[in-house]
């Protein structure tokens, strides 16, 4: 199969790479002047969990395009969240025909996050990966599960396509009947977390203070009025955060979840990207239904984020 990652970020490379392993053509879209700037080489200092936990080390060459050809069986895209409304507006148009796994984070509801690209066109997924990229390595991992949503009508032939790519590759899919209520709740995950992220100074930083954790769990039980009121259902996620005793969650967050030596935990400790923007895409919300949200609001405070609140 002939994939086009839509930008170079640390997911794309990641799955590229095993899929690369796996006998597919590989290529990536990136934005004029990144192909330059990037390089044709890429240094890999990951870990693959897919059979066992094996450390993979090595310099990758890539192929970078700063233009998109008609002729790929799939693109997969996997973005920053604010950037997705513009990524779905340019692959509207240059991705014509060819199927699009969104491989993302989203807070709005899905037929509005993708247009003007089509839901007959698209396959909604989340990968099971982290990590980040600094002066041109690669640092993370990603582990066998990825989650894929089950079929709508109309794209069976889709999700088939992204199924036999992923086990080709040995990943294994757990299926998502409710995508939409999926992403919400784990979206809101993200939100509680990147709160105590934005207090510590950086996700590296959370890691050290266990009482964050805890915090983690309060501010995702403030944000369950916004869910109901976007009509979402608690799942695994929601549950785990918001019935645990914030002190015991600590805890379990710190020594089972994050425990040193886990991938979990080094995903977290390579992740370099910028948070907030997911605490003000939820506290937005809150505020056009009238909810308040003084634990995340506070987050807010002496951060650019305050003024567009």
Same mark, same amino acid.
């Not at 089972?256 to 977290?268: D, P």
């Given at each position: 199969m002939k994939i086009l990652f839509f930008g170079r970020g640390v997911i794309?490379?990641?799955?590229?790479?095993?899929?690369?392993?796996?006998?597919?053509?590989?290529?990536?879209?990136?934005?004029?002047?990144?192909?330059?700037?990037?390089?044709?080489?890429?240094?890999?200092?990951?870990?693959?969990?897919?059979?066992?936990?094996? #450390?993979?080390k090595e310099s990758w060459n890539v192929k970078l395009?700063?233009?998109?050809?008609?002729?790929?069986? #799939?693109?997969?895209?996997?973005?920053?969240?604010?950037?997705?409304?513009?990524?779905?507006?340019?692959?509207?148009?240059?991705?014509?025909?060819?199927?699009v796994l969104i491989f993302n984070n989203i807070w709005q509801d899905l037929k509005s996050s993708i247009a003007p690209l089509s839901l007959n066109n698209v396959v909604f997924g989340f990968p099971g990966a982290g990590g980040g990229i600094a002066d041109n390595t690669l640092r993370g991992g990603f582990l066998k599960m990825i989650f894929l949503e089950k079929p709508r009508a109309g794209t069976e032939p889709m999700n088939n396509k992204v199924k036999e790519l992923f086990e080709s590759a040995h990943f294994k899919i757990s299926w998502v009947k409710d995508m939409q209520n999926w992403l919400w709740n784990h979206f809101a995950m993200n939100a509680a977390m990147e709160a105590e992220v934005i207090k510590r100074g950086?996700?590296?930083?959370?890691?050290?203070?266990?009482?964050?954790?805890?915090?983690?769990?309060?501010?995702?039980?403030?944000?369950?009025?916004?869910?109901?009121?976007?009509?979402?259902?608690?799942?695994?996620?929601?549950?785990?955060?918001?019935?645990?005793?914030?002190?015991?969650?600590?805890?379990?967050?710190?020594?089972?979840?994050?425990?040193?030596?886990?991938?979990?935990?080094?995903?977290?400790?390579?992740?370099?990207?910028?948070?907030?923007?997911?605490?003000?895409?939820?506290?937005?919300e809150a505020k056009k239904a009238g909810i308040p949200?003084?634990?995340?609001?506070?987050?807010?405070?002496?951060?650019?984020?305050?003024?567009e609140i």
């Open positions: 794309s490379t990641q799955y590229a790479w095993a899929f690369e392993q796996a006998g597919h053509t590989v290529e990536f879209y990136v934005r004029k002047g990144r192909k330059e700037t990037f390089g044709s080489r890429i240094e890999l200092e990951m870990w693959d969990a897919r059979k066992g936990k094996k #450390l993979i395009h700063e233009e998109i050809l008609p002729n790929y069986d #799939l693109i997969i895209m996997s973005v920053n969240t604010e950037q997705l409304p513009e990524a779905a507006q340019f692959l509207s148009t240059a991705a014509g025909n060819t199927p950086s996700f590296p930083a959370l890691l050290n203070h266990r009482a964050s954790f805890a915090n983690v769990g309060l501010h995702m039980r403030e944000m369950i009025p916004v869910l109901k009121a976007r009509g979402a259902k608690h799942d695994a996620i929601s549950l785990l955060l918001t019935k645990i005793p914030p002190g015991l969650l600590g805890i379990l967050f710190n020594k089972v979840i994050f425990a040193k030596g886990s991938l979990a935990r080094l995903f977290v400790e390579y992740n370099n990207s910028k948070a907030g923007f997911a605490v003000l895409e939820v506290v937005r949200l003084p634990r995340l609001t506070t987050a807010f405070e002496n951060t650019e984020y305050a003024k």
